[in-house]
Structures are given as structure tokens and as C-alpha cells.
């Protein structure tokens, strides 16, 4: 069928082979940003990373930087900030900088699992309804999905809590990612949507894959993004939820906890008298946590749109 | 006096994160008031982003890095945003390449047209109404349509309106970024029709973007050949035509071919185009021309004036200078690169080949219920053919035609409302109808189908190994090397070697020639009996059109699959099919050896989609 192309005649020509006409190549083109790469080339995410990475540190050795047990009550009660009690100490006599240490051992740990939990049930449930569109699968899952859009979430989790016999972690961590998965499933459901009528699709279904393959391991690398994206809106979620269940007193009180410190601090009416350090320490390292995990946030946000690279 | 002069024009990308590249280098051109200007290349030529650059709406990491461009006079390369406000749609305006969604949804048509015409004009009021319905007038649309919000309308209906939005101030000069790409050819033929007798009332000055040489042929004054952000060849139409200097051009013209002779040919331009962000040495087509000789390797080649045009090539100065034919020999017309032919020989012994596939009185009713009313439409009636064992059967028809039903039904996914469909497998006869679950799977496993968009079909996030090695897995449950192995053997059967080069790239690395290969070897790689192509060619460059056509005609030879062709090109289907149906709201039209189909069309329709192959010889 093919005529391979004529030799050329004239001494000046360099015959052109077939070979050398064989220029079917691959660009050169490197590949492109692994996601790691695009997340840290922007400023912002490198400083919440950075930040993050300093408190997991802290949490992870906490029992070599603290001084002191944060449950021991042998110090003097409410004394001001000295080399032995950095930054004072509680009415019980407890170190509040080794409460403060300690704390951030809860709160990430919560961030972690119940951002996890929310962000898989999330996923789950958002991709399964949104690749099964218009169906009686769908009708349920959509509907599912709306009445924990509708529920007020804070009064939920409070009643769960307060009504549960154990006070543990896990409760926490569960109670918040069954309270909060919602919103990103809908957001999942509709990008499915979008992406479950594409030709790569249709061209999985003629290679023999079954829907659960096309939904999870076609589909959802693509949206991968928003996967992350959500992750971190979770994380930061439940970690804000757990200290306001903390500090509303519906907490564990065997652990120590940035909410259970601020409890502590306002139940003992520590502005009233004046313990400035002890309700804005935990405060703080609070806020400061929320903040570097919407900088990281700021670089995902570059994963989905590479539009905003260029002025990261 | 010269309407636009561009005097030198880069461009360059610098993205923080890859190597800049000079996506425009030096181009120095100029149109006349009221001229019709042709731009030409293949994707990634520059084509596009030097028509952004000339209306100053390039966008970060892309700035214009050199050079200047002189609009009626006025220096507009560094021109601050506010008076280029004033120029843009007024003086210089556009019909944009995914112009498809360039009106606002929200906001409907009469709205948008009064905005322009409010902001650039005096005109109120009702004295804009009439000019609306001037405007649309002129582009032949029913002004009731006036109130219509853009969704309503169909493709071809938005293009009129955007080409109408373009005109509405009386513009100078007009960008046209490959206004038509996605269209019908029918549809296509006659909005282009539509802007070149509105061009010669007028006197707007045109430039015309596009990767198709013959609709650029049939409507330019003069044409500019783009190749590497670089202008290779400018000259008139008729000259361009009559003697191509560049090789680059000839490779460009000989994809059309006469689809009415006993024997096509079509040539195509193999390889793809250089990576900008690299520095070359030599001339940048030299690498993919049939024509080159040392020198091209060596040095780069100026834009100088040759027979009345401009030209960038060696040969084609040498061969011209005194004596230069005997020692570089005559000039030639044609591209000597590869080339796809078709005889009439072979078409007739393919229809005596085996049926694989039957198409019994075939019809297909969608029945819609809104409200209490019940609205039945025939997307398909009556149609019966068959495909043979080693045989192409082109389904023509424009969109709308029923063929994409037709398709679905055949692949198994829907059912017909009347008649049969029969698959002559190897374990004997089955009715397709809407196969579900195991069955569709166990079916496809006879029937597969190449898509339209080679850009879309390859999942983004995998790696061509994975893509290709799931079909394997699913149906003929290979592992570890023995799949390994298949893999690179499927990759090698569509000529993507070193297979060991290709297996670990994503598909968006490789070009939309490429991408399409994939695809087939992935259909391949269930060792199908029946393949559905779903206009495979239509999103691709015309210069690469070729390559793909060939590959499918190879299968059909040494695999003996049957190939079901469904396009909307009576040109590509003479080149690969043996037999042709062409499709007329569902119902078959005409029907019968493709080159007899041709050469006496019978029916109107089958007339009207022969004209609207671009001819330019």
C-alpha cells in the first residue's frame, strides 16, 4: 500500500531513506509536575507545609520537648511564665506549655483520621451517585446525601456525644466524619458527572473494565485534585470541631486537648482573672494550624486549575 | 495604504515550569484593505498564537518578545489597554476557534449585539433592532431567532451569529481562527460561502486561520504557510497552487486527492513538528522533508522573495537560480513523502469477502414524554446493509443523519424498535440488540470501536502500557511478561516503535496521529472481528489524515476485520471504504460501491456532500 518515497536524483541530495524519514518521535517534553512538585511551587502551601511538618514534629516527640506531664498538678497554681513553667500554669497546677505540646497530639490526629473518614465516605458515596446519574441508586444516594446536608451538624454532633458512654477519640473522629462528608460528596457527584461521559470512559467500557474499576481506578485518578482538595477542608474541619466539642465540655477529659484547655481556661474564668496566656496559647496554635492548612489548601487549589500556576 | 503591517513579530512562552520556547519567530507580513489572507499549518505551527498576538490578547506566560504590529497606521504593539478598547470590534474584530462557546449562555442574542453596538456606536434603541436583524440578514438567519438565548440555536447557527457579532460594527479586518473546525462540511461549505461573498461586499479585510489547506485554497487572495512559528511560503492562491515552492506546502496539498479517479493518492507529511523550546540548526522541516540536502542541515534558511512570493527553503532558491535545475534538478510540484493509494480493484474483490455483520430493516424510534404528550422521533428507518469479513462500509451522513444510533445499536448499546441486527461470530450467529452487563462485555469482546477524539479517549491519568494492557487482562486474562510482551507487539503493529519508547508515556505526550494509534491498537488488542471507526480522522490535522486512513486499511487487509467507517467526508471515504451509505435522516439515500457512488451520485443530498469537499485542483 505504501510507496516508500523515491530517491532523489542529483549528487547534492542526500538520498533520504525511509529510515531517516521515520521521524515518528515522542516529544522531548519532560514529564509534567508531579502533584508533590505543583503543591510546593507555591509560596504560600510551602509555608503551611512547613508549619504543618513543625507541628507533627512536635506532636510525634512530645514527650522529649515537653518538660513536664501536662496532667501533673504539683506546681505552684497560677504562676506567671518562669524557666521552669514556660508559660505558666493552670488553677490545678498543671504546665500549660506542656498541656500546649501535648494538645497537638489530639488535634492532629483527629484532623487526620476524621478528614480521612469524611473525605472516604465522601468519595465513596458522591462517586458512586454521580457515575450511576438518573438512576434509582442515584435518587437514594442523592437523597442520603441531602438530609445530612440539611441536618445543623453542630447540634447533631453535640447531642451524639453527649448521649454516647464512651468519650474517646475515636467517638470524636467518628462523629465528625459521619457529620460532615456531605458537601464534598455533592461536589464529587457533580464533577463525576462531567467526567463520566468522556471518551476514555466509554473506551474503558469496550477494554472489559466493570463499573467499580471505571469509577475508582479510570475515573477518580483524574479528579484527583479534588480529592485532595477536600481532604484538607475535612481535616481542618474535624480539627475545629473537636476543639469546640472540647471546649464546650463534651470532650475527653483524660486527654488533653487544645478544646479541653480552652474548657478548662473558661471554666475557671481565666480572663476574668487575668491568665491572658493560658485561653490565648491554645488559641493561637488553634488559628495557627487552620491557617497553614488553607495555605496548603492555596497549592491543591493549583492541582485543579493549572491556570493559576502561572501567578503562584 | 497597507491595512496591517507586521514587521518581525516573536512571540515568546516563558512558563515558570518548562524551558521558554518562541512560539512566533521574526514574522513579517501585511495585508491590504480588503484583502483575503489565508494562514495555514499544522497544529502547533504558531497559526493561532500569532492571530492572538496581532489582536493584542495573549495571555501570561505569552508576550509579545520582538518586532511590531502597525494597524491603519497606528503602532499597536505597546498600545495601553484603554485605546485598544477602542480599536477592538470597532476596527479589528474575531470569530474565535472554540467560538462554539463564545456567546454567554445567560444572556440572550439580541442582548449580546446590543452591547457591542451600544458601547462602540451612537445607535439606540430601536434603531439597534434594525440593525440586528440587518446583521442577520446578512448571515442568513431567521431574525426571530433574534430572541433566542445561544443553546437554542444549533452549531452552525452560532458560528453565523458569531461571524454576524464580528461584522456588526463594520470592522476593518477580521480574524478568523479556524471558524468551521467541528461543523458539518455541508454546514461548514456554507457559512464560508456566506463570509467570502460578505468579504467581496463589504471590503472587510480577512485573515483566515486554518489547518486545511483546501477551504484556505478556495477562499484567499494570498496564503502564508506557517511551519515552526516561522512563515515559510507566502504567495497568491492561484500561484501557490500552479507551483508550491516550499515542500512543506506540497505536502500540504497533496492530502486532497480527486475522489472521483479509478486510483487516489494522497500524500502525508510523517513526523511531527519541532520542539520550539529547543535551539535548531538548519532549516526546522528539514528533519521531515523528502527534499533536503546538506545545506538544510546546516543553515537556517531566510524568507526571500522568489516568483512573485516569498519562500524559505534552499531547493527550491537553488533549483531556481540559473542552471541550478541541472545540479539540484527541476522543481517538483508533489510531495515525495509517503503516500496512501487506493484502486478500484481492490474495492471489488473485498465485496466478495464473507458477511460478518447483517443489517436487517433496521429502524430506531426515541419516544419522549413531556407532559401528557408523547413525542416520538425516527432517528434511524428501514436501513439495511452488510459488512464483510475484510471489507470498509463507509456510513456518510452529516450530524443528525441517524449514523451515531445506527452505530450504538451495532456496538450492542441500544436496541432497534424494528428489524434485526445479526453478528456472524465464530461461535455462530447472534442478535445484537441492547446487550447489558456480561453479555455487552462478552460482545465487545467481537466489537470495537476508535473514537472521534484521539484527544479525549485516552484516560489522562494512565500510562499507555496500562491502557493497553487492560483489554488483555479482561479478555484474554494475559499476565506478567507474556503481557508485557503483547503489549509491545500491539504497540508495534501501529508503527509506534521503539515500543519501549511509548510504553510508559500518558497519551497527552503524544501528538493526535499517535494518540489515534493507541486507540486502534487498543481495539486490536481483543483481536475483534468488527471494528466501528467513529469519524477517527475528523479531529486530526488534514497533513496527518492520511497516516490513519492507511493504518486502518492495513488492519482491514492482514486482520480481515470488517471496519464500519461512519464520517461525514466522502473524500476519506472513497479512500478507505469499499463500499458507501450515505444516510439522510435516517434513512439510507443511496447506496453501493463507493466509486460508483461517486462518480454518479444519484441522489441530491449525496451531490450536496460531493461539493462540499474542498477542491482545489
Known amino acids: 500500500m505504501t510507496t516508500t518515497p523515491v530517491p532523489t536524483p542529483g549528487e547534492d541530495f542526500m538520498p533520504p531513506t525511509e529510515s531517516d524519514l521515520a521521524v515518528e518521535q515522542v516529544s522531548d517534553v519532560e514529564t509534567p509536575d508531579q502533584w508533590w512538585q505543583v503543591i510546593w511551587s507555591s509560596k504560600k502551601a510551602r509555608v503551611g507545609i512547613i508549619v504543618l511538618a513543625i507541628y507533627v514534629l512536635v506532636a510525634i516527640f512530645a514527650p522529649l520537648i515537653a518538660p513536664h506531664d501536662p496532667l501533673d498538678g504539683s506546681f505552684e497554681p497560677l504562676a506567671g511564665p518562669s524557666s521552669t513553667n514556660w508559660l505558666g500554669t493552670t488553677t490545678s497546677g498543671q504546665d500549660i506549655a506542656s498541656q500546649l505540646i501535648y494538645g497537638a497530639r489530639i488535634s492532629l490526629l483527629v484532623g487526620l483520621f476524621g478528614g480521612l473518614f469524611a473525605t472516604v465516605i465522601a468519595t465513596v458515596i458522591g462517586l458512586t451517585s454521580g457515575y450511576a446519574e438518573g438512576t434509582l441508586l442515584d435518587d437514594g444516594l442523592s437523597f442520603l446525601t441531602n438530609v445530612f446536608l440539611v441536618i445543623p451538624v453542630f447540634p447533631l454532633i453535640i447531642t451524639l456525644v453527649a448521649y454516647s458512654e464512651v468519650r474517646g477519640l475515636w467517638l470524636i473522629v467518628g462523629v465528625v466524619a459521619i457529620t460532615s462528608w456531605a458537601g464534598a460528596a455533592r461536589a464529587k457527584r457533580s464533577q463525576i458527572i462531567t467526567l463520566r461521559n468522556r471518551d476514555f470512559v466509554t473506551a474503558a467500557k469496550f477494554s472489559g473494565e466493570g463499573t467499580w474499576r471505571i469509577i475508582f481506578r479510570e475515573i477518580m485518578p483524574n479528579m484527583s485534585s479534588l480529592v485532595l482538595a477536600s481532604f484538607v477542608g475535612a481535616a481542618t474541619g474535624a480539627i475545629a470541631a473537636e476543639a469546640g466539642l472540647a471546649a464546650l465540655g463534651l470532650g475527653d477529659s483524660r486527654n488533653v486537648s487544645w478544646g479541653t484547655m480552652l474548657y478548662q481556661s473558661n471554666a475557671q474564668g481565666a480572663i476574668a482573672q487575668g491568665l491572658w496566656l493560658w485561653v490565648f496559647a491554645p488559641g493561637l496554635v488553634l488559628a495557627i494550624l487552620m491557617t497553614a492548612t488553607t495555605f496548603i489548601n492555596f497549592g491543591v487549589d493549583l492541582l485543579s486549575n493549572p491556570h493559576l500556576r502561572e501567578d503562584a | ?617
Open chain 2, 1 to 617: 495604504m497597507t491595512l496591517l503591517d507586521v514587521r518581525d513579530l516573536s512571540v515568546r512562552y516563558e512558563p515558570k515550569a518548562s524551558r521558554p520556547l518562541d512560539a512566533v519567530q521574526g514574522v513579517t507580513f501585511s495585508i491590504e484593505p480588503g484583502e483575503f489572507v489565508g494562514l495555514i499549518g499544522e497544529s502547533g505551527s504558531g497559526k493561532t498564537t500569532l492571530g492572538t498576538a496581532l489582536l493584542r490578547l495573549l495571555q501570561r506566560p505569552g508576550r509579545i518578545s520582538g518586532g511590531s504590529i502597525e494597524f491603519n497606521g497606528t503602532d499597536i504593539t505597546n498600545l495601553p489597554e484603554d485605546e485598544l478598547r477602542q480599536l477592538r470590534w470597532r476596527d479589528l474584530s474575531t470569530v474565535f476557534q472554540s467560538s462554539m462557546n463564545s456567546l454567554n449562555p445567560v444572556v440572550r442574542v439580541e442582548g449580546q449585539f446590543r452591547d457591542a453596538i451600544e458601547q462602540h456606536s451612537s445607535l439606540r434603541g430601536e434603531a439597534v433592532t434594525r440593525r440586528i436583524r440587518e446583521l442577520f440578514d446578512m448571515v442568513i438567519i431567521d431574525p426571530k431567532f433574534m430572541t433566542a438565548f445561544p443553546h437554542e440555536l444549533s452549531g452552525g447557527m452560532r458560528q453565523r451569529v458569531n461571524l454576524a457579532l464580528a461584522l456588526a460594527l463594520d470592522p476593518k479586518f477580521i480574524l478568523l481562527d479556524e471558524p468551521t473546525t467541528g461543523l458539518d462540511v455541508v454546514v461548514q461549505h456554507s457559512i464560508l460561502e456566506n463570509v467570502r461573498r460578505l468579504q467581496a461586499e463589504q471590503g472587510f479585510a480577512v485573515l483566515f486561520i486554518s489547518h486545511d489547506i483546501g477551504t484556505v485554497l478556495d477562499l484567499s487572495d494570498r496564503i502564508l504557510v506557517m511551519y515552526a512559528g516561522r512563515i515559510v511560503e507566502d504567495q497568491s492562491a492561484g500561484a501557490l497552487l500552479r507551483e508550491p515552492l516550499h515542500p512543506y506546502t506540497k505536502g500540504l496539498l497533496g492530502s486532497y486527492g480527486d475522489p472521483r479517479e479509478e486510483t487516489v493518492k494522497i500524500t502525508y507529511v510523517p513526523g511531527r513538528p519541532p520542539d520550539l523550546s529547543r535551539t535548531m540548526v538548519g532549516c526546522s522541516f528539514a528533519p521531515r522533508c523528502p527534499e533536503r540536502i546538506q545545506l538544510c542541515a546546516e543553515q537556517d534558511p531566510p524568507l526571500v522573495p522568489l516568483h512573485g512570493g516569498r519562500v524559505a527553503c534552499h531547493v527550491a532558491v537553488l533549483q531556481r537560480e540559473d542552471g541550478g535545475a541541472e545540479r539540484f534538478g527541476e522543481p517538483k510540484r508533489g510531495f515525495e513523502g509517503p503516500q496512501f493509494v487506493k484502486t478500484a480493484d481492490e474495492s471489488r474483490s473485498a465485496l466478495a469477502n464473507e458477511v460478518v455483520l447483517s443489517v436487517e430493516n433496521v429502524s430506531k424510534v426515541f419516544e419522549r414524554r413531556r407532559g401528557f404528550t408523547l413525542t416520538r422521533t425516527e432517528a434511524v428507518s428501514d436501513v439495511s446493509f452488510e459488512l464483510r469479513r475484510g471489507e470498509v462500509t463507509a456510513l456518510v451522513g452529516q450530524s443528525g443523519s441517524g449514523k451515531s444510533t445506527l452505530a450504538k445499536m451495532i456496538t450492542g448499546v441500544e436496541t432497534p424498535t424494528q428489524g434485526r441486527i445479526v453478528f456472524h461470530g465464530p461461535d455462530g450467529d447472534k442478535l445484537v440488540s441492547g446487550f447489558k452487563g456480561r453479555a455487552l462485555r462478552a460482545y465487545r469482546s467481537d466489537v470495537q470501536m476508535v473514537f472521534q477524539d484521539p484527544y479525549s479517549s485516552i484516560n489522562p491519568a494512565k500510562r499507555l502500557g496500562y491502557v493497553l494492557s487492560r483489554p488483555l487482562v479482561n479478555y484474554q486474562g494475559l499476565k506478567g511478561d507474556e503481557l508485557r510482551e503483547r503489549v509491545k507487539e500491539l504497540l508495534e503493529r501501529v508503527a509506534l516503535t521503539p515500543a519501549d519508547r511509548f510504553i510508559n508515556r500518558y497519551g497527552y505526550e503524544l501528538s493526535g496521529g499517535q494518540r489515534q494509534r493507541v486507540i486502534i491498537a487498543k481495539a486490536l488488542a481483543v483481536e475483534p472481528e468488527i471494528i466501528v471507526a467513529d469519524e477517527p480522522i475528523s479531529s486530526l490535522d488534514v497533513s496527518i489524515r492520511a497516516e490513519i486512513l492507511e493504518l486502518l486499511n492495513d488492519l482491514v487487509k492482514e486482520n480481515d476485520v470488517g471496519i464500519l467507517y461512519i464520517t461525514h467526508d466522502l473524500l476519506s471515504a472513497r479512500m478507505l471504504s469499499d463500499e458507501v451509505i450515505v444516510l439522510n435522516h435516517g434513512k439510507v439515500v443511496e447506496k453501493g460501491p463507493t466509486l460508483g457512488v461517486i462518480r454518479e451520485p444519484k441522489d441530491d443530498y449525496t451531490r450536496s456532500l460531493l461539493d462540499a469537499i474542498p477542491n482545489p485542483f
